[in-house]
């Protein structure tokens, strides 16, 4: 007889655990309480879905992982982003990598991925029931109880990937895991300052940013926005910060380097132009990679005239252009969500989880993965990465054992 199997909650992570789950050993009836199921799939990588990144080394993958990056090696180590891109092209999605390395399906649409894992689940017989809210997990004997809005099931085994909610990090906690506050992960920055103001769009190749409190900077592209910065060095800090800024109530002061040279390099930069151009203005001389008007408003900003001849500007006003370009102190006084795409960081703690399988350590037969976990990625397809993975682990466990 074949063993039942209870998935909790239909999106990545659940579908793509009962989409490799063995179909002659097992039962399968995936619980979804929303009226249609992977829905985050579908609105996920504007509409496209960054189905994973094309980094083949779990070394370095690991690395875009602020939370889970020690858990997820061996995770990664037997299911990676080569092996998404051979089980999606093993099912004719063709996938295609951009200039940034991150993969999406060649149609840019995320339905060919959701219309993949529902066909995959349907060719299996397994069970989706839609608009079954679970709101209870008890034992008889051997098994699980599973109490919904409407029906009760009975489970040799749960895999649970609720994602983030609330009230399904509540359901397990009652259950006996430990859970980590959930804070947000992947935002920008509210700065309220005049070397921004009225300059939205503006963007830089390599700004490199820090925050002089944590002892902390990354470097990358930074954009300009309506209400601050944000761009991927701005969510790449976010997300390694993110519970460090939750304390501190998103209330901090950054150092932002809009060229992302060191002061030295810039003075020599400045230097070198000056001698090839020694009659040229300042407001027209184009020595750094930023637009005229944002070098306009530095100036502005150094109380240096636009007309004033190159080289008359004076060792104390180069000095403040320079500390206006490079070491730009800003106070940070809040946080935006970026593009709708919030991650969440925390959720299940991973101390409890057996990470050669997904299994609980708290809890018999009882499986866990994707967003519910304290485990999240900077934006590019790292986090349903992690879900394929960790639901592919969790499959191959249940295939191997003898029934
Ligand atoms: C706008 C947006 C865009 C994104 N784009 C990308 C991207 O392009 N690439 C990328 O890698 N990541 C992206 N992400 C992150 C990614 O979507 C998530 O990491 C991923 O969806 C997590 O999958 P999951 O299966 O763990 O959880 P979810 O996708 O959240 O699925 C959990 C499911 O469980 C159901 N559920 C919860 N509680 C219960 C309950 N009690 N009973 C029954 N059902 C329940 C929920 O309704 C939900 O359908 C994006 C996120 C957002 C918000």
């Keep these: 007889?074949?063993?039942?199997?209870?998935?909790?909650?239909?999106?990545?992570?659940?579908?793509?655990?009962?989409?490799?789950?063995?179909?002659?050993?097992?039962?399968?009836?995936?619980?979804?309480?929303?009226?249609d199921v992977l829905q985050k799939v579908k609105i996920s990588g504007g509409g496209r879905c960054n189905v994973t990144h094309a980094c083949f080394d779990p070394r370095e993958l690991v690395n875009f992982y602020p939370r889970g990056n020690k858990e997820l090696l061996s995770v990664f180590h037997k299911f990676q982003p080569g092996d998404t891109m051979d089980w999606f092209e093993q099912r004719n999605v063709p996938l295609k990598i951009e200039n940034d390395n991150r993969i999406f399906p060649e149609s840019n649409s995320s339905q060919t991925i959701i219309n993949t894992l529902?066909?995959?689940?349907?060719?299996?017989?397994?069970?989706?029931?839609?608009?079954?809210?679970?709101?209870?997990?008890?034992?008889?004997?051997?098994?699980?109880?599973?109490?919904?809005?409407?029906?009760e099931f009975l489970a040799d085994y749960i895999i649970y990937t609720t994602g983030s909610s609330p009230k399904s990090l509540k359901l397990i906690q009652n259950l006996g895991h430990k859970i980590i506050d959930p804070v947000s992960s992947l935002f920008t920055f509210n700065i309220k300052n005049e070397t921004l103001k009225d300059l939205?769009?503006?963007?830089?190749?390599?700004?490199?940013?820090?925050?002089?409190?944590?002892?902390?900077?990354?470097?990358?592209?930074?954009?300009?926005?309506?209400?601050?910065?944000?761009?991927?060095?701005?969510?790449k800090i976010s997300a390694w910060k993110a519970v460090e800024l939750a304390e501190l109530k998103y209330q901090f002061e950054v150092l932002v380097n809009f060229l992302g040279i060191n002061v030295e390099s810039a003075e020599e930069i400045f230097k070198k132009f000056r001698q090839g151009n020694p009659k040229k203005s300042i407001?027209?001389?184009?020595?750094?990679?930023?637009?005229?008007?944002?070098?306009?408003?530095?100036?502005?900003?150094?109380?240096?005239?636009?007309?004033?001849?190159?080289?008359?500007?004076?060792?104390?006003?180069?000095?403040?252009?320079?500390?206006?370009?490079?070491?730009?102190?800003?106070?940070?006084?809040?946080?935006?969500?970026?593009?709708?795409?919030?991650?969440?960081?925390?959720?299940?703690?991973?101390?409890?989880?057996?990470?050669?399988?997904m299994s609980s350590k708290i809890l018999e037969n009882f499986y866990v993965a994707g967003e519910v976990l304290n485990i999240d990625a900077v934006t590019g397809g790292f986090n349903f990465q992690a879900c394929w993975s960790e639901a592919w682990l969790i499959a191959q466990d249940l295939n191997l054992k003898e029934i």
Aim: proline share 2%; hydrophobic share 40%.
């Design 1 to 35: 007889m074949k063993e039942k199997i209870i998935i909790i909650g239909g999106g990545a992570a659940g579908f793509f655990c009962a989409a490799n789950l063995d179909e002659s050993k097992f039962e399968v009836t995936i619980l979804e309480q929303n009226s």
């Design 283 to 357: 407001g027209s001389s184009k020595i750094f990679a930023i637009t005229s008007r944002f070098w306009h408003r530095i100036l502005w900003l150094s109380k240096v005239d636009l007309e004033k001849n190159i080289s008359n500007i004076s060792a104390k006003e180069l000095h403040k252009i320079l500390e206006n370009l490079c070491q730009n102190v800003m106070k940070v006084s809040g946080k935006s969500t970026y593009k709708d795409e919030f991650v969440t960081a925390g959720g299940v703690d991973l101390k409890e989880i057996n990470f050669k399988n």
């Design 118 to 151: 529902v066909e995959e689940v349907s060719n299996k017989n397994f069970e989706v029931k839609t608009k079954s809210v679970v709101l209870e997990i008890g034992k008889i004997e051997n098994q699980y109880l599973v109490k919904t809005n409407s029906e």
């Design 200 to 235: 939205p769009g503006t963007s830089f190749n390599n700004a490199e940013i820090s925050i002089p409190k944590l002892k902390t900077d990354e470097s990358g592209p930074m954009l300009i926005t309506h209400w601050g910065l944000s761009g991927p060095a701005i969510l």
